[in-house]
């Protein structure tokens, strides 16, 4: 499959690519090198990073002390994604806005190659933003690059005969997810930047974060192993 996609790409960087245990410090090494040479390439990109264990670990710690609500949870997984995006402002200094976007049109106009924004408010998670935040800057798709390689038709950790879909409608999109955001969980576009991409008429092209071999295939218009939804 291939997706030809504009000069200004937004990205929701998992927090399972930047800390799935603990921070992958190869892996950052790496997509350094992989953004930066993209951006010798004229493209701008806006990087919205997710909490991935941290925010997961303090959600569970929190859990186990008190009766935590759903907005705390929410609250704590922000904080996480914060910490996160701190992280991957710092490696692209050079580059990138100096300011982390942690609110709606907090930048009206890109002025770096590189934007880094964290998650916002409770209810809405990183991938809700990377979308908002498309959908302001007149971007009509968002990149989700987290741990899922494609949308399958089950769940692939619990089902070895999981098929990878390389197309779906919004609408059959909905139909393998759950109705309700529940903090701290994960599916490959989360419920909430769902149903606002489809409202919008947004596209989401959802593709593994490690997988940079794969990923520059796509940005560079090329065949990619993914997953469309429209």
Do not use: C
């Amino acid at each position: 499959m291939k997706y030809k996609l504009g000069k200004t790409i937004v990205i929701a960087v998992g927090g399972s690519v930047v800390y799935p245990d603990k921070i992958d410090v190869e892996f950052l090494k790496r997509f350094k090198k992989f953004i930066e040479g993209f951006t010798k390439r004229g493209t701008q990109f806006v990087l919205i990073v997710g909490g991935g264990k941290l925010a997961r670990n303090y959600i569970e710690a929190a859990s186990g002390v008190a009766s935590v609500t759903d907005e705390d949870k929410d609250w704590i997984g922000i904080h996480a994604t914060r910490s996160n995006a701190q992280l991957v402002r710092t490696i692209f200094e050079k580059i990138a806005d100096p300011t982390v976007i942690d609110n709606r049109h907090k930048v009206k106009k890109l002025k770096y190659p590189v934007t880094v924004g964290s998650g916002w408010q409770p209810g809405w998670s990183t991938d809700y933003v990377a979308t908002v935040t498309a959908h302001d800057l007149g971007i009509r798709e968002v990149i989700i690059a987290g741990k899922p390689d494609f949308v399958y038709d089950k769940d692939p950790q619990k089902y070895k005969n999981s098929k990878g879909l390389p197309h779906l409608s919004w609408k059959e999109y909905r139909k393998l997810t759950g109705s309700k955001w529940v903090p701290g969980t994960s599916s490959p576009v989360d419920i909430v930047a769902a149903r606002f991409a489809e409202k919008n008429k947004m596209k989401a092209v959802v593709v593994g974060g490690k997988d940079l071999e794969n990923f520059s295939s796509l940005l560079r218009g090329q065949d990619f192993k993914g997953t469309l939804i429209e």
